[in-house]
């Protein structure tokens, strides 16, 4: 499962990018995702991001690393990764990870610009 669809809006209120998926986040696509943050993002100075989760049809185990490794690259340059997400198996696997705990989660992207910064 390797398809991964993203697209990036930018919240004209509050500045915050929001990368709406679809399709896989897994370990195929990992670099793709990073190259989003370090390549793309944090130029523009887009240091807090929103990963909206909503169109996704599966996440592993390596796709949840990937959040770490772009929430820290954000925070390098003083920033956070917010979660957008209401698919219930989504929440399930996120919250047995920790990740609850971690990270903001929101339940729609509005929410989350409003609240990262």
Do not use: W
């Not at 390797?2 to 990368?19: P, Q």
């Not at 989760?53 to 772009?70: K, M, R």
Request: charged share 25%; aromatic share 8%.
């Amino acid at each position: 499962m390797t398809n991964l669809d993203y697209n990036i809006n930018i919240d004209k209120k509050s500045g915050v990018a929001v990368v709406i998926f679809s399709g896989s986040i897994d370990i195929n696509n990992k670099d793709k995702i990073l190259q989003i943050v370090k390549n793309r993002l944090v130029p523009e100075n887009k240091q807090f991001v929103l990963f909206d989760l909503n169109n996704l049809q599966y996440i592993d185990s390596s796709g949840l690393g990937i959040f770490l490794t772009a929430r820290s690259i954000l925070d390098k340059h003083n920033g956070d990764l917010g979660l957008v997400v209401t698919d219930k198996n989504i929440k399930k696997i996120l919250n047995l990870a920790g990740f609850n705990k971690i990270f903001k989660i929101f339940d729609t992207s509005r929410e989350g610009c409003r609240k990262l910064k």
